[in-house]
């Protein structure tokens, strides 16, 4: 896999059924797996020590092609909550094959963005945003890698309740928004590239961040930067 060389263990994965409640078509008679996930990995010791003595953590998601009942394949969806400060915890993304659409939604449904990112791009998911990676490709896999704090448990009951994100995107390219929230503000569309210019400590590849307090900080500690945060999705 470009970007790994290392050992992936076995992988936990989501199923169709796992994820009924939030798809487009919630009726799809479709059935088997739609991605895999790869927890908590590293290069060595020393890389996971570093990672671990953080509260860090690097996963790996491979998100094959694949058309679910008219819609693309898609990850659950959620929310991260406050950290002690009362900040939400972001997270950094890096598309490591393929192309992703990582689709984001504040907490309030006021704004919602799509951002379109390549491989070697990074994706920062900025504090109080929910968010859904999408597979746009009809034949090629996304396999994307992050860097994430272990301090929380994602919450998933935003996604369950209104089946889905704010949108859908459909086989077809188009986005459709999801009737369930009662309104839905014009979708935006943003470069994951805009993003990093506005965030310069953090710069690519992912994996060789590891190391780096500066770049990484921000993770557990997002109420230092949130000047930076406020402008992120301008």
Partial sequence: MHG???H??????????????VLADPSCRKYGT???MYRDLAKSEEDLSWLHCRNLRYDITVIPPKNVCGERVKTKGHFHPKN???VGYPEV?????GHGHYLLQDRTCDDVVIVSADQDDLVIIPPEYGHVTINPSPDTTLAMANIVSCAFESEYGVYEQYGGGAYY??????FRKNSRYLEVPPLRTIRAAAILERFPACRGPLYSLIGNDEALSFLNFPEKH??????LLD
């Fill in 4 to 6: 790994w060389a290392g």
């Fill in 169 to 174: 995107e459909m086989a077809d390219g188009s």
């Fill in 93 to 97: 993304y890096e598309v490591l094959e």
């Fill in 34 to 36: 739609l991605y895999s």
């Fill in 8 to 21: 992936l263990p076995k992988p936990s994965v989501r199923t169709i059924d796992d994820m009924r409640t």
């Fill in 84 to 86: 002690p400060a009362g």
């Fill in 226 to 231: 949130l000047a930076l945060f406020a402008a």
